[in-house]
């Protein structure tokens, strides 16, 4: 592979999973992703259990290192969107592939839940990978 592959993760908040889901694609897949997260509706900062569950996990202080953003922030060429299954509206964003992991937001259900949705985000991060690496996808 020649380039990282530009990937944008997007919910409507970006406060939790599209956090969360940038956040491990830097942790995990620094390697192979340049990665981006944005919302169409932004909240005043990133959820705090998602911030401790990735502190936790990784060591990595997503408060220190991320910002929340709008879709104005991305880059101007994306090779893959991301968005988490919120039922938001993205205006158009080019991009050579699109999809929606279909998440359900953990926020305000406890530490189970976002457990589970961290497990989630790295299993289909890991699926996006391998895709991408077996040129299953179009980019």
Same mark, same amino acid.
């Given at each position: 592979?020649? #380039?990282? *592959? ?34 169409? #509706? ?11 569950? *990735?502190? %936790? /996990? ?10 929340? %953003? %709008?879709?104005? #922030? ?21 991009? %050579? ?22 497990? /989630? *985000? ?18």
């Amino acid at each position: 592979m020649k #380039h990282k *592959i530009k990937v944008a993760f997007v919910c409507t908040h970006n406060s939790c999973r599209s956090q969360m889901s940038e956040a491990v694609a830097k942790m995990d897949h620094a390697d192979f992703f340049e990665p981006y997260s944005a919302g169409t #509706h932004l909240k005043p900062r990133i959820n705090p259990d998602a911030v401790a569950l *990735i502190k %936790k /996990t990784y060591d990595y202080d997503m408060e220190d290192t991320q910002f929340n %953003k %709008k879709l104005d #922030h991305l880059p101007d060429s994306l090779d893959v969107l991301v968005t988490m299954g919120c039922g938001v509206e993205c205006p158009y964003v080019p991009v %050579k592939h699109r999809e929606d992991w279909n998440l359900d937001d953990p926020t305000g259900q406890g530490d189970a839940a976002f457990n589970e949705t961290l497990a /989630t *985000i790295q299993k289909k991060m890991k699926d996006l990978r391998n895709r991408i690496e077996n040129n299953d996808l179009p980019l």
